[in-house]
């Protein structure tokens, strides 16, 4: 969502409480955070960080920070019954809880976003040691998932972070011998390009204006509401952005089609509660980012073989119409990796989506590359719900 390197915009800042500077982190609740780390370490590529735990002072649960790039997983387990994770787990299995966004101060984008209508799950709370503070406070956004705010201040900033400092009080950092096989052998994710979130049928507009209302998000620019629906799509979908379109979270909703939505699907194994679909993930090499996936075992949506007879003619000629050069990576690699490509008027992308990451059909990530287009891969809708329903057919679910 963010540039990894670049800093934020201090003018706009002064003026809105608001503004949103980066995703700070995305934190999963797992029934076994010791064991998911090693899973998107060694199959994502993510160094395991940080922990805190009942050997650095916490009580109620374990969490473990995966890095990568800019990207910053937490992923939490309870450590008794009574922690609200617990029950989480019990009814949605693994999967994303928290969006959580570094703000200026969370506190002031607390307020805001009540005064603007949100709903409060966690008031504001500094954690603070000889080193600096953290302060998070959290808002309710679709089904189980929150946003929290994070303020950081001192060793705690969010540059210091990402250079290698601590998380926040109570984290110690932690090596693995996984870590350094990753720096050896990177997957090259570098940020988290967008959230998806899905919700019940007919309620996607109330949730377009809930991010439009609260957190002063528009209609990303680019989404065209023609493109919504395909005789396969059985998905209504709208892109909202941050002000800055730093933060991108699409939102679908389920529609009629020939068979039951995939969006139905997670649903229902979800107790019927939205939550986040996927997280795609940027790379600036989709190639080898596969490559390096698939060779440690990543499960990615196969694609009919089909797909590569018509790709070319359509991403080529949409990309000569608009002035663009065709698609520069080799083509037969492309289809020997079975990756998906899109084109619009701004340029293409390279995008493949994994196969759920739990037992559970729920949560899974996206690796995007984007090579001047902005959008999503509506272009890709009809083949990835072909590629979707198979899969679904496979689990009994269609
Ligand atoms: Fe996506």
């Given at each position: ?192 390009d967008h959230?998806v ?81 996927h997280l795609a993930m ?69 995008q493949l989506f994994t ?9 899974f990530f996206e690796i995007i ?7 999503f891969g ?21």
């Amino acid at each position: 969502m963010t540039q990894a390197t670049t800093g934020p915009d201090l003018g706009a800042s002064a003026t809105d409480p608001l503004n949103l500077i980066d995703v700070d982190h995305v934190r999963f609740y797992v029934a076994n955070a010791k064991q998911a780390a090693y899973f998107y370490a060694h199959t994502f590529g993510f160094r395991i960080d940080q922990l805190a735990d009942l050997t650095t002072g916490s009580r109620d649960e374990a969490d473990y920070l995966l890095t990568q790039g800019n990207i910053r997983l937490m992923l939490t387990t309870p450590l008794h019954k009574s922690h609200p994770a617990a029950e989480e787990i019990k009814r949605f299995g693994d999967g994303v809880k928290d969006i959580a966004f570094t703000v200026f101060d969370a506190e002031k984008a607390y307020d805001k976003a009540l005064r603007n209508g949100a709903e409060p799950v966690g008031t504001p709370r500094t954690i603070s040691d000889e080193r600096g503070t953290v302060t998070v406070a959290s808002i309710k956004t679709y089904g189980r998932v929150v946003h929290t705010f994070v303020s950081r201040t001192g060793e705690y900033d969010l540059p210091k972070v990402k250079a290698g400092a601590n998380f926040m009080p109570v984290f110690r950092k932690i090596d693995s011998p996984v870590n350094a096989h990753n720096a050896k052998n990177p997957c090259g994710l570098k940020y988290v390009d967008h959230c998806v979130g899905n919700v019940e049928e007919g309620k996607m507009n109330e949730w377009v204006e809930f991010y439009e209302n609260v957190l002063g998000f528009k209609m990303f620019k680019h989404f065209d509401d023609k493109d919504i629906s395909t005789e396969y799509s059985a998905l209504m979908s709208k892109v909202m952005a941050s002000g800055n379109n730093l933060i991108k979270m699409p939102i679908n909703e389920p529609a009629e089609g020939k068979k039951k939505s995939q969006i139905q699907e997670y649903l229902e194994w979800h107790d019927m509660t939205p939550g986040c679909q996927h997280l795609a993930m940027r790379t600036d090499d989709e190639l080898a980012s596969v490559a390096e996936l698939r060779r440690r075992g990543v499960d990615f949506l196969n694609l009919p073989d089909s797909y590569y007879d018509i790709v070319w003619d359509r991403v080529n000629s949409t990309l000569k119409s608009h002035g663009h050069d065709a698609v520069r990576e080799d083509h037969d690699r492309i289809r020997d990796l079975g990756i998906l490509v899109d084109a619009d008027d701004e340029g293409y992308l390279l995008q493949l989506f994994t196969k759920p990451l739990q037992d559970r059909p729920t949560l899974f990530f996206e690796i995007i590359c984007r090579r001047g287009s902005q959008s999503f891969g509506k272009g890709n809708f009809k083949a990835l719900f072909e590629a979707l329903e198979l899969e679904q057919e496979r689990r009994g679910n269609l």
